[in-house]
C-alpha cells in the first residue's frame, strides 16, 4: 500500500494528465521537457507500482485502459483539491478565514445580506478566493445559539439584549418597526380599532418557530390559548398571513408594499407591539474578551463584514429593505 500511495505524487498525476490531454507520448514529452523514453520508463513504473495497465500497448495513440481513465478523473480532483489546499493555507497565512459563517435572522432583509455577499466576494482577495461563505437561516435565540455554540462566527439580527459572554462582542443593529397586519379578507380587516386582546385571541396567529435547539425558544405576540399556525421563516409567515390563514406583527418594511396596494391592512391593536432592540454580534479570539472595538486577530473577512456594519446604511437595510429600492452606497 505505501508503493503504491509513494507512487501516487502530484507529478506522477500530472503526468497521467497531460499525455492524455496531448494526445501521445512524445507530444506529452515535449511539452514536460523529457525525452520519451523517459516517459515511457516513468509511465511502466506508475503502471507497476499500482499493478495495472494505464495505456493500451495496442494503440498508437496514447489511448487511456478504463483503469487509466479512472486515475485521470480521480487525478484532476486530487489535483484541484492539492490547489485549493494550497490557496487556502496562503489564505490563512495571509489573514483569510478558510471558511466565514454566518447566522441570519429571517427577519432581516436577505436582500440585503445577498447584496452584501455580492460586494464581498468581488473582493478578489491576492492569495486567491476568499472565504467560503455559509448563511445559517435561524430565528429568535436561534441565531444567538449558533453564535454560542461555534456554528457561525457572526450574528444577525440577535433578539432582545443578549447576555455578556467573554468571547462574544456584541453590538446594536437597531430597532425593528413592526405593523399587525391581516388579509383584506379576514374578518380582523373589519373591527374596529384599536383591536383587544380578548378579540385576538378568537382568531389564530401566525409566529414562526424558534430555531434554538439547546437555549430556551422565544414566544412573541401570542396570547394564551390561541390557535397558532407555526411556519418555518419569516417569509413563510408574510405567505400565510397574504392568504388569510391567520394574523400577526410583521416588519414593516415588509409589509410596506402590500399595505400600500391592498394585499395587507394594518391595523391598530390595544396592546401594540414595541420596537423590538435587535443586535448584531461576533466570536473574538482569546485575549479579545468582548469588546467591540478590539478587532485585533480578527480574520479580514470578519473585518470586512463589521466594517459593513459600522455604517449607519447598512444597518437601515438589513432592518428596513425588503423590497428592491436604491442599493448600497
Given at each position: 500500500?505505501?508503493?503504491?500511495?509513494?507512487?501516487?505524487?502530484?507529478e506522477?498525476?500530472?503526468?497521467?494528465?497531460?499525455?492524455?490531454?496531448?494526445?501521445?507520448f512524445?507530444?506529452?514529452?515535449?511539452?514536460?521537457?523529457k525525452v520519451?523514453?523517459?516517459?515511457?520508463?516513468?509511465?511502466?513504473?506508475?503502471?507497476?507500482?499500482?499493478d495495472v495497465l494505464?495505456?493500451?500497448?495496442r494503440?498508437?495513440q496514447?489511448?487511456?485502459?478504463?483503469a487509466?481513465?479512472?486515475l485521470l478523473?480521480?487525478g484532476?480532483r486530487?489535483l484541484?483539491?492539492?490547489?485549493?489546499?494550497?490557496h487556502?493555507?496562503?489564505r490563512?497565512?495571509s489573514?483569510?478565514?478558510?471558511?466565514?459563517?454566518?447566522?441570519?435572522?429571517?427577519?432581516?432583509?436577505?436582500?440585503?445580506?445577498?447584496?452584501?455577499?455580492?460586494?464581498?466576494?468581488?473582493?478578489?482577495?491576492?492569495?486567491?478566493?476568499?472565504?467560503?461563505?455559509?448563511?445559517?437561516?435561524?430565528?429568535?435565540?436561534?441565531t444567538?445559539?449558533a453564535?454560542?455554540?461555534?456554528?457561525?462566527?457572526?450574528?444577525?439580527?440577535?433578539?432582545?439584549?443578549?447576555?455578556p459572554?467573554?468571547?462574544?462582542?456584541?453590538?446594536?443593529?437597531?430597532?425593528?418597526d413592526?405593523d399587525?397586519v391581516?388579509?383584506?379578507?379576514?374578518?380582523?380587516?373589519r373591527?374596529?380599532?384599536p383591536?383587544?386582546?380578548?378579540l385576538l385571541?378568537?382568531?389564530?396567529?401566525?409566529?414562526?418557530?424558534?430555531t434554538?435547539?439547546?437555549?430556551?425558544?422565544?414566544?412573541?405576540?401570542?396570547?394564551?390559548?390561541?390557535?397558532?399556525?407555526t411556519?418555518?421563516?419569516?417569509?413563510?409567515?408574510?405567505e400565510?398571513?397574504?392568504?388569510?390563514?391567520g394574523?400577526?406583527?410583521?416588519?414593516r418594511?415588509?409589509?410596506?408594499?402590500?399595505?400600500?396596494?391592498?394585499?395587507?391592512?394594518?391595523?391598530?391593536v390595544?396592546?401594540?407591539?414595541?420596537?423590538?432592540?435587535?443586535?448584531?454580534?461576533?466570536?473574538c479570539?482569546?485575549?479579545?474578551?468582548?469588546?467591540?472595538s478590539?478587532?485585533?486577530?480578527?480574520?479580514l473577512?470578519?473585518?470586512?463584514?463589521?466594517?459593513q456594519?459600522?455604517r449607519?446604511?447598512?444597518?437601515?437595510?438589513?432592518?428596513?429593505?425588503?423590497?428592491?429600492?436604491?442599493?448600497?452606497a
Amino acid at each position: 500500500m505505501s508503493d503504491r500511495r509513494n507512487a501516487l505524487t502530484p507529478e506522477a498525476l500530472t503526468m497521467i494528465d497531460v499525455i492524455a490531454r496531448s494526445g501521445s507520448f512524445a507530444a506529452a514529452a515535449r511539452e514536460l521537457g523529457k525525452v520519451p523514453s523517459a516517459l515511457t520508463y516513468s509511465v511502466r513504473q506508475l503502471e507497476q507500482a499500482l499493478d495495472v495497465l494505464l495505456f493500451d500497448r495496442r494503440s498508437r495513440q496514447a489511448q487511456l485502459t478504463a483503469a487509466g481513465q479512472e486515475l485521470l478523473a480521480e487525478g484532476r480532483r486530487l489535483l484541484q483539491a492539492m490547489d485549493a489546499v494550497a490557496h487556502r493555507v496562503r489564505r490563512v497565512a495571509s489573514g483569510w478565514e478558510t471558511q466565514l459563517s454566518i447566522a441570519v435572522d429571517s427577519i432581516l432583509s436577505s436582500l440585503t445580506v445577498f447584496e452584501l455577499c455580492e460586494a464581498f466576494y468581488a473582493l478578489n482577495p491576492p492569495a486567491g478566493p476568499g472565504p467560503r461563505l455559509r448563511l445559517r437561516s435561524e430565528v429568535l435565540a436561534g441565531t444567538w445559539e449558533a453564535l454560542v455554540h461555534g456554528q457561525a462566527d457572526l450574528a444577525l439580527g440577535v433578539t432582545g439584549e443578549p447576555p455578556p459572554i467573554t468571547g462574544i462582542a456584541v453590538l446594536p443593529l437597531g430597532h425593528l418597526d413592526m405593523d399587525f397586519v391581516v388579509a383584506p379578507h379576514h374578518p380582523l380587516a373589519r373591527e374596529a380599532e384599536p383591536i383587544a386582546d380578548a378579540l385576538l385571541e378568537r382568531h389564530r396567529a401566525v409566529a414562526v418557530a424558534d430555531t434554538a435547539q439547546r437555549l430556551a425558544a422565544m414566544t412573541l405576540n401570542l396570547l394564551p390559548g390561541q390557535d397558532v399556525l407555526t411556519v418555518p421563516s419569516v417569509p413563510a409567515k408574510l405567505e400565510a398571513i397574504l392568504r388569510g390563514l391567520g394574523c400577526g406583527f410583521l416588519p414593516r418594511g415588509l409589509v410596506r408594499a402590500h399595505v400600500e396596494v391592498g394585499r395587507l391592512v394594518a391595523k391598530a391593536v390595544a396592546r401594540p407591539r414595541q420596537p423590538a432592540p435587535m443586535y448584531y454580534a461576533w466570536r473574538c479570539p482569546p485575549g479579545n474578551g468582548s469588546d467591540p472595538s478590539n478587532r485585533q486577530g480578527l480574520g479580514l473577512g470578519l473585518r470586512w463584514w463589521l466594517e459593513q456594519l459600522d455604517r449607519p446604511a447598512t444597518r437601515t437595510a438589513l432592518l428596513e429593505r425588503h423590497s428592491r429600492g436604491p442599493a448600497l452606497a
